[in-house]
């Protein structure tokens, strides 16, 4: 599909709307990338490290492997990507070149808090539907960001009756004698922004009670695309008479929260999210997002379609972010162990190196700095990996992309929520838990054991599997047409500066355990694929002793994404998150389930 079909996200807009978003070609020319793969240079950086990195060509040693290479890395993308303009009446557009394609984005500030009441104009009450992953943050920070800007909107959270989550909502501050916390029902009934938060499963079926419920002319707002997967999976759209929006931070719910609060003392701490506009009735969907957005503590918001969104999420949330994390270390873990390495130290040299030092690393200084820092024979151990590791992680990743394109992981995530209850005569399957092997079980030890601020060892091999991984993640949402804003986002920052944080704190398992029910249901179907197919082939291709791919090394240094992913760190927070290991981020559900 055309990158310019993903038309059909943005509907056609009141030409008096202030919130019109323009869709303009980029020629690939103008992507950064270069056409001649002879030539490929370091493009957009004002690194002088970075720029030293300029790559030339070097022979190939695994011939017709290596042209191929050369050309999937090289190459202009696919499809052209769409550079998606807004308007907005309340906030500050800015213009930032990422390898060399324009992008628009919003900076974020808590300076920004007193536009919030312009931004909301005609909206009294927002509500704030669910208690899980987002909810409690989301929530909480509008809630604080609001009463900053001395506003009297009131956010108030909608849960089921006899729900749980009343408990923890109480407790954070929300409460049914001040009209902040009801049935979920009268809550979307009475708002003017419903924000949707509940399971991607639980909208899949209950959309149609919810659009009954909407009051004309109010606004939805989701922060994950899968309802309009959903709903393009069946032939529907949203209901007509209601702005559709969407503004989703690229961080769990905790990390929203965490980065939000620490940042009370600084002016822009926080996780970066992306805004869309599928549908706007009335010309205030841009501006009702953006605000959204700033309330949230986004340091900076850039601009996607809702079909875009969750095409890169769910994909994302089975490659680096969770699922394919998740078989990286488990793959090698057994073969560090099978090798002979003690127990502690392959784990050290695994989940601790890729959660700890590995992200720390390229989240302040890029991926190259990972490479660089090594000794000339780690460099060589990083290169044996990294040739061996990317296509086998690509041919994964590829199929994943596909299966979410294509619609299929959407309804397989709805199929699964459906086999949780009984059902067809055939008994309930919750998902288990897989923290109790062996592994994690001796990650437990070594956190215990592990002293304070310790980041891990930097493990040239698990380097070089890691960074193939989340190149070959680059490259198959560029060429199916992804701004880098939003490659960048999910593919790296939500990685190493939201989730290997907290999986840090508490082991890769924990987070498996306890993330969304779509993340956690993706985690457990695609992390094998990663780990038998990297024990399968790339294991196999490097103690075969098989030529490095010098080709894939050669792209790999000189790759755009660097400068691109530069421009990004310059927009970051100066507060880095902060996760005690005690840090709690179960579910309530899951809490009082005991999953």
Known sequence: ?????????????????????????????????????????????????????KATRMTSGNGCGSALASCMVSVPAIKPQTSLDFETSVFKKEKISLAGHDEYIVRGGRDLFKLLPDAFKGIKQ???????????????????????????IVVKIGLRKGSRSFDEARAAGFSEENGTLGDIWETISGSDLVLLLISDAAQADNYEKIFSHMKPNSILGLSHGFLLGHLQSMGLDFPKNISVIAVCPKGMGPSVRRLYVQGKEINGAGINSSFGVHQDVDGRATDVALGWSVALGSP?????????EYKSDIFGERGILLGAVHGIVESLFRRYTENGMSEDLAYKNTVECITGIISKTISTQGMLAVYNSLSEEGKREFETAYSASYYPCMEILYECYEDVASGSEIRSVVLAGQRFYEKDGLPAFPMGKIDQTRMWKVGEQ??????????????????????????????????????????????????VDSLNP?????????????????????????????????????FVTVDKGNPINQ????????????GAIEVCAQLRPTVDISVPPDADFVRPELRQSGN
Request: net charge positive.
């Open 300 to 308: 900076f918001t850039f601009a996607t379609t809702l079909e875009q």
């Open 126 to 152: 927002i509500g704030v539907i669910g208690w899980g992953s987002q909810g409690p943050a989301q929530a909480q920070n509008f809630r604080d960001s609001l009463t900053e800007a001395k506003s009297d």
């Open 446 to 495: 070594v956190r215990k054991s592990r002293p304070a601020g310790d980041l891990g060892p930097l493990y040239p091999f698990t380097a070089g599997v890691y960074l193939a991984l989340m190149m070959a993640q680059i490259e198959i949402l560029r060429k199916k047409g992804h701004l880098y804003s939003e490659i960048i986002n999910e593919s790296v920052i939500e990685a």
């Open 1 to 53: 599909m055309a990158a310019t079909s993903f038309s059909p996200s943005i509907s056609t807009l009141s030409p008096s709307s202030s919130s019109k978003i323009q869709k303009t070609l980029t020629t690939p020319s103008s992507l950064g990338f270069l056409a001649s793969p002879s030539s490929l240079g370091f493009l957009a950086s004002t690194s002088r490290s970075l720029r030293s990195l």
């Open 502 to 538: 907290f999986m840090h704190a508490r082991g890769v398992s924990f987070m498996v355990d306890n993330c969304s029910t779509t993340a956690r249901l993706g985690s457990r179907k695609w992390a094998p694929r990663f780990d038998y197919i990297l024990t399968q082939q790339a």
């Open 551 to 562: 080709d894939l090394l050669s792209n790999f240094l000189s790759d755009p994404v660097h």
